[in-house]
């Protein structure tokens, strides 16, 4: 094909050189006259060769690449026929297990995270009662006003602070406990696994998508996973520190006296927020992983059931 465009081109070459009088010998208007007809009737068929060649090298790319396919395909057909079933069961189980032992882990850690947030947000109340609701002689007062409100606001905004803070290091300890959990697992055999399947199917690029979930999970926790201002859905969480902070603002523009009274009941209010916001990260996070670690078992239960067809597809001799 190449040889026949050669030869077009090189007449149309020929026929510009003797239409732009390059030959002096050849000048006669009728020699000119057929040269314009010949290179008019060959240019279309330059054009016409030309896109047939690209059509026709389109088309043997697109055949050679189902070529490829279908060999990657029937390849992967032979890794999940001639992998052992109890490498794909042990997998199974240890993802099981670790299902199993994360609903748990959530429940346990998540009670002792609550538990330690209270224990330390009732310490911080009881220590600033014991300094600024006593009067000179040790006895206990209703209320404070004025100087002693403005100490007491001072060192309670600081200790609001440090309580918001220690909260977020409880929280993100015990995030360290369920990802631990996962880490458990061997993530790269799964990826491996994941590659025996055809990612041109829906299955394919179902448990693709679940790989990079899974990978970006355990290597991006700092920015995503471990972030206690956010859900896994991006959700932003409002710190601890910006309720404090409109609370203190509220006494101190207060005319009036505080009453202990109510500082223990907005210490109430806060161990109730703590609660429902320690519940709220934990079970969002440990969710996130109890999805993941179930794609993982879909997985398996279909590399299970595709083994099965391909042994009976593919000849013993051909393993």
């Known amino acids: 094909m190449n040889e026949y465009l050669e030869i077009f081109q090189k007449v149309v070459q020929s026929t510009d050189g003797l239409l732009e009088d390059r030959y002096h010998s050849l000048e006669s208007p009728e020699i000119k006259r057929s040269a314009l007809k010949l290179r008019e009737a060959v240019l279309p068929q330059i054009v016409e060769l030309k896109l047939f060649a690209d059509q026709f090298k389109q088309s043997m790319q697109e055949c050679f690449a189902e070529l490829d396919h279908a060999d990657h395909v029937w390849e992967n057909k032979r890794r999940i026929s001639k992998t ?22 959530t429940c346990t850690y998540e009670a002792e995270a609550i538990n330690k947030a209270q224990e330390s947000l009732n310490i911080r109340l009881k220590n600033l009662k ?46 360290d406990v369920i990802l631990q959990e996962i880490q458990s697992i061997n993530v790269e055999i799964i ?80 161990s109730g927020v703590i609660e429902k916001r320690i519940t709220l990260i934990l079970d969002d996070k440990g969710k996130l992983v109890q999805i993941l670690l179930e794609e993982a078992i879909a997985l398996y239960n279909t590399l299970l059931e595709l083994q099965t067809q391909h042994q009976k597809e593919i000849p013993e001799k051909q393993l």
């Open 191 to 270: 990826r491996t696994h994941i590659k025996f399947l055809d990612s041109q199917t829906p299955e394919g690029k179902k448990f693709k998508s679940f790989s990079l979930e899974l990978v970006g999970l355990l290597h991006e926790h700092e920015s995503t996973f471990k972030k206690v201002s956010h859900l896994s859905d991006g959700t932003y969480l409002a710190s601890l520190n910006q309720l404090y902070k409109c609370v203190i603002a509220e006494w101190t523009h207060k005319m009036s006296d505080i009453w202990w009274k109510e500082v223990e009941d907005y210490g109430n209010i806060i």
């Open 84 to 105: 052992s079933q109890l490498v794909f069961w042990q997998q199974l189980g240890e993802i099981s297990g670790c299902l199993s032992r994360l609903d748990q882990i």
């Open 130 to 175: 014991a300094k600024h609701f006593k009067d000179a002689k040790g006895n206990q007062k209703e209320k404070v006003g004025w100087d002693e409100k403005k100490r007491f606001l001072a060192e309670a905004q600081v200790e609001l602070v440090k309580q918001s803070e220690e909260i977020n290091a409880i929280v993100d300890q015990s995030l």
